[in-house]
C-alpha cells in the first residue's frame, strides 16, 4: 500500500520538479530576453539602464556593486596565486558569476602583463557567461596608468610626473589617447587612471604619480588625459576610447608624514584652494568614473565621508557617475581605520556615504553583507537602484552589451612605430635640464663616456611602478628590446667611446631599497680613460606603501659614487632617474651638470642619449620645487611666512625656503630673452579679462622650446595670498634668433580665491603680473562672490 502510493507520489514530484524547472527557465527566459530587446530598441541610454534595472533581483543588483580581482576566479593555490598559463578556473568563475552576480573584475593574475591574446581568452570567457547567466556584461579594469601596464608590447610613456615636465598638454593627450587604444585593444575598457591628486609633498611615494605641486598645471594635464581617454565627447561607444576613472578623490597625498595612506589634516580651505580644482575640471570635462582616496582626512576616512562622497561630489560637482572605492577600503574602514566594529557595518558606512562599487577584491562578503543591510533596512533600496543604474550606464555608453568584447584583430595599431614614435617624443620632452656648467653639455662625438650608478643599465628604473607589475620589479623581464640609458649612449656615441661600471646596483628582482655589489673603486679606476663621467643615479621602481621612506637623502652608497666621481677630477654628469626629488644638497656642486628624466619610460635611454648628443634641445620644466634640505620642504606657492627674507641688522631666523631647483625651473641649450609686456588694461572689473602679450626672442645659436609661464601674485587679501600662482602656460617653439609675441586671455575671475565662507572670491586690490623678468602691476577694481 504504502509502495503503490509512493510511485504516484515520486511521479508527482518529479512533474512538479519539471514544472518547477520550465517555469523557472520561461521566467529566466522572459527575464533576460527583454534586456536584449532593451538594448535594441530606440530608448536613450538614461531609459535602457531603467529599463534593466527593473528586470534585476536585489542579489543581481548588489552583484553589479561589487568588483573581484582576477586572482579570484583563476587556477591555483588560493586567491592570492594562479596558476601558469593562467586559466580561469570554471567553478570559481561560475561562483563568482553565478551565485554573487559579480558585475566588475580588476587587475592581473600573478601580477604580471599577459600577452593581448590571453586577456582577450580570459574576458571572453567571463562574459560569455556573464551575459549567458545575467544578461549583464561585466566591466573589466585595469591601471593603465603610463601605457597598458598589464600587456605585453604596449607602449610606456613617462610617468604622469615627466608627462608633466613636458608642460605640453596635447602630449598628454596624446599619450591618453595611445592607451586607451591599447587598453580596449587588450579587451579592457576601463582604466583606473588620471591621477589627480597634488603632488605637493616630495616625500610621498606616489608624487611621481601626479603631475606635480600646481593646481593649474594639474588640472590643465588632467583635462587633456580626459580627452585622449575618453574623446572629446566623451563617447565611449567609439571602440577606441577607455572610460577614465580619475582617483583618488580627495586629499590624497597630503598625508603629513609624507608616508603612504597615513592621515592627512586638511582644512577645507586648503582642500577647496589646492586639491579640489583638478577633480572638479575632470569632472566638468565628463570623466565617468571616480576612485575614492584610501586614506584618512582630519580623522574620518574617506571611504566613509557622506559630506565628501555625496554633499562636495554629487550635490555641489555635479558628478553623475560611478564611484569605486580603492583597494579592500571597505575592509579598512573596520580592520585598519577602526571605525566600523564589523565587516558589515563597513559597509553600512560606505554604501550610505556614497560608494557605488566595492574593489572588493578577494572574497565575496561584501554582496552578503549589502543583501543583509537591504533587507534589514540600513542600506535603502533607492540608494542600490541609484548606484547600480550608474553602474548599468557605463556599461551601456561603453557599447559592452552589445559588444562585450573586441576580437584581437581589430587594433592593427597596437605597439606600432608611431605609438612608439609619441611616446619618445613625449620622454624627450620631458627631460629637464638642470645645470649646465660651462656648457658641458651637449657632449661631442668622440667623448670617451663612462656609464655608472644604479640607474645606467636598468630599464625597471626607467618605468617605475605600474609597469608589467604593480611595483614594476618585473620590467627587465618584458623589456629586453628596449635600451637601458648605458645601451643608448653606447648607440649614440659608439661602442668604442662608452665604458660602464655599475659601482652600485639596486637588486633588481628584489625590493625596492636594496642596493648591492657596491664597487667604487672599480668606477674610479674606469673613470680614468674617460673624459666624461654619466652618473646615473636615483631610484629603484616602487608605488604606493612600498616607497615609503625615512630619508629624502640619496642613498648613502649613491652619495659615497657621486664623491668618488667628483674627486676624480673629470666633469660629472648627474642624471636623476627617480620618482621624488631625493636630496643631492651635499654633492650637488660638485656636479657640473645636472639632468631630470623621471621616469621617462621604455624610450628614455634613447631620449636622454639624443639630448646629450645636443639631436634635442632640452625643453622640460620641473612640476614640483626640488627642495634643498629635509626640513625645508615645501612648494612655490606658498604663504609668505613660509620663506622671509633676512632683513637687514635683523637676526636671520632661517625662514627661507631655499630650493635647489625652483618649480617651472629648466635650461636649454639656447637661451631666450623676454621683453615689450603688455597688459590691455590696467584695470579691470571682476567680469571682464585682460590681455597680455610678451615678446620672446631665442638669443642662442640652437633651434629650442621655451614655457612661457605667467604667475600673478595677489598683493593683499582677506585671506593670507599664496606667494605667487601659475595662471597660464604655452610652449613655443623658436628658431636661433627668432622672436614670438605670446598671448594669453586672463580672466579676472582666474585670479580668485577660496575665501573665509569657503566660497570662491576676488577681491578688489592691486596684483602682480609676472613672466620671467617681467612684471606689470594691475588692480581689480570690485569685488565679486561666487557660488
Ligand atoms: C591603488 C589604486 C589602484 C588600485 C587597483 C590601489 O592599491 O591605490 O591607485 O587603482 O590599487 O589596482
Not at 569605486?324 to 565587516?343: F, G, M, P, S, Y
Request: glycine share 6%; with cysteine; hydrophobic share 40%.
Amino acid at each position: 500500500m504504502k509502495k503503490k502510493l509512493i510511485i504516484p507520489f515520486t511521479g508527482i514530484l518529479l512533474i512538479l520538479f519539471f514544472w518547477k524547472t520550465t517555469i523557472t527557465q520561461a521566467i529566466e527566459q522572459v527575464r533576460k530576453e527583454p534586456i536584449s530587446e532593451i538594448i535594441n530598441s530606440n530608448d536613450s541610454v538614461e531609459k535602457k539602464a531603467e529599463r534593466i534595472l527593473q528586470k534585476l533581483t536585489l542579489e543581481e543588483k548588489v552583484g553589479q556593486m561589487a568588483q573581484i580581482t582576477l586572482d579570484v576566479i583563476t587556477k591555483g593555490e588560493n586567491v592570492y596565486v594562479s596558476d601558469e598559463p593562467i586559466t580561469l578556473d570554471q567553478k570559481l568563475l561560475e561562483e563568482a558569476i553565478i551565485k554573487y552576480k559579480i558585475g566588475s573584475v580588476l587587475n592581473t593574475a600573478n601580477n604580471k602583463a599577459r600577452s593581448r591574446e590571453k586577456w582577450n581568452e580570459v574576458i571572453s570567457q567571463i562574459q560569455d557567461l556573464a551575459m549567458y547567466e545575467i544578461g549583464i556584461p561585466v566591466l573589466y579594469g585595469v591601471d593603465a596608468m603610463h601605457g597598458t601596464t598589464y600587456t605585453e608590447g604596449a607602449t610606456f610613456f613617462p610617468q604622469q610626473i615627466g608627462m608633466a615636465a613636458t608642460w605640453n598638454p596635447e602630449l598628454v593627450r596624446k599619450g591618453a589617447e595611445i592607451t586607451a587604444y591599447e587598453t580596449r585593444a587588450s579587451s579592457i575598457p576601463w582604466n583606473f587612471s588620471p591621477v589627480l591628486d597634488m603632488g605637493r609633498n616630495a616625500l610621498w611615494p606616489r608624487i611621481w604619480e601626479t603631475y606635480g605641486e600646481d593646481v593649474y598645471l594639474t588640472t590643465q594635464m588632467g583635462e587633456a588625459a580626459i580627452n585622449g581617454y575618453e574623446g572629446i565627447n566623451n563617447d565611449l561607444s567609439n571602440p577606441n576610447k577607455v572610460a577614465a576613472c580619475i582617483k583618488h578623490f580627495l586629499g590624497y597625498g597630503a598625508e603629513k608624514s609624507g608616508k603612504d595612506r597615513t592621515p592627512a589634516y586638511l582644512p577645507e580651505i586648503e582642500l577647496r584652494e589646492h586639491y579640489l580644482p583638478s577633480y572638479k575640471a575632470a569632472i566638468d570635462a565628463g570623466a565617468h568614473t571616480i576612485m575614492i582616496n584610501s586614506g584618512i582626512i582630519n580623522g574620518t576616512p574617506v571611504h566613509a565621508d557622506y559630506k565628501l562622497l555625496t554633499e562636495l561630489l554629487r550635490h555641489e560637482l555635479g558628478f553623475k557617475g560611478v564611484v569605486v572605492t580603492d583597494w579592500a577600503d571597505i575592509e579598512n574602514l573596520h580592520q585598519r581605520d577602526k571605525v566600523a566594529d564589523t565587516q558589515k557595518e563597513a559597509v553600512k558606512k560606505a554604501i550610505n556615504a556614497g560608494i557605488d562599487m566595492s574593489m572588493i577584491p578577494y572574497n565575496f562578503k561584501f554582496t552578503e553583507y549589502l543583501i543583509e543591510l537591504v533587507n534589514e533596512g540600513e542600506v535603502s533600496m533607492t540608494r542600490i537602484d541609484e548606484a547600480v543604474k550608474r553602474i548599468i550606464k557605463l556599461k551601456l555608453h561603453l557599447g559592452l552589451f552589445e559588444k562585450p568584447y573586441p576580437s584581437i584583430d581589430e587594433y592593427p595599431n597596437f605597439g606600432s612605430k608611431a605609438h612608439e614614435k609619441a611616446a619618445y617624443d613625449a620622454a624627450v620632452e620631458s627631460i629637464t635640464l638642470l645645470k649646465n656648467k660651462e656648457n658641458l653639455l651637449p657632449l661631442k662625438m668622440g667623448t670617451k663616456i663612462l656609464v655608472t650608478g644604479p640607474n645606467a643599465h636598468s630599464m625597471r628604473t626607467l618605468n617605475g611602478g605600474w609597469t608589467y607589475s604593480w611595483q614594476g620589479e618585473k620590467v627587465e623581464e618584458f623589456a629586453q628590446d628596449y635600451n637601458t640609458i648605458y645601451e643608448a649612449v653606447q648607440s649614440k656615441f659608439g661602442k668604442e667611446n662608452v665604458t660602464y661600471a655599475a659601482g652600485v646596483e639596486y637588486n633588481h628582482y628584489g625590493q625596492y631599497h636594496e642596493e648591492m655589489n657596491i664597487d667604487i673603486d672599480a668606477v674610479v679606476e674606469a673613470a680614468k680613460s674617460s673624459d666624461v663621467i654619466l652618473l646615473c643615479l636615483g631610484e629603484n621602481s616602487y608605488t604606493e606603501s612600498v616607497g615609503n621612506l625615512h630619508d629624502l637623502y640619496i642613498s648613502q652608497n649613491q652619495r659615497a659614487l657621486a664623491e668618488a666621481m667628483a674627486a676624480t677630477g673629470k666633469p660629472v654628469v648627474l642624471i636623476l632617474n627617480e620618482g621624488r626629488p631625493r636630496l643631492i644638497s651635499q654633492f650637488n656642486v660638485e656636479m657640473k651638470a645636472i639632468v631630470q628624466i623621471y621616469l621617462p619610460g621604455n624610450y628614455g635611454g634613447d631620449a636622454l642619449a639624443s639630448i646629450l648628443i645636443g639631436e634635442h634641445n632640452p625643453s622640460g620644466k620641473l612640476p614640483y620645487s626640488y627642495p634643498m634640505y629635509p626640513n625645508a620642504l615645501g612648494n612655490y606657492d606658498h604663504k609668505p611666512s613660509e620663506a622671509q627674507e633676512k632683513m637687514e641688522g635683523m637676526y636671520d631666523y632661517n625662514s627661507s625656503l631655499p630650493f635647489q631647483f625652483p618649480f617651472g625651473f629648466g635650461l636649454s641649450y639656447t637661451t631666450f630673452e623676454y621683453s615689450d609686456l603688455l597688459l590691455s588694461k590696467k584695470e579691470i572689473d571682476p567680469n571682464e579679462s585682460v590681455m597680455v602679450q610678451v615678446k620672446v626672442k631665442n638669443t642662442g645659436s640652437v633651434e629650442g622650446k621655451e614655457v612661457v609661464q605667467l604667475y600673478v601674485k595677489d598683493l593683499y587679501a582677506s585671506i593670507t595670498p599664496d606667494n605667487k600662482r601659475l595662471r597660464k602656460f604655452e610652449k613655443i617653439n623658436l628658431k636661433a634668433g627668432e622672436s614670438k609675441v605670446v598671448t594669453f586671455k586672463l580672466k579676472a575671475e582666474e585670479l580668485a580665491f577660496v575665501g573665509e565662507d569657503l566660497k570662491k572670491i576676488l577681491e578688489k586690490g592691486d596684483f602682480k603680473l609676472m613672466i620671467a623678468d617681467q612684471s606689470e602691476v594691475f588692480r581689480v577694481t570690485n569685488m565679486k562672490r561666487y557660488q
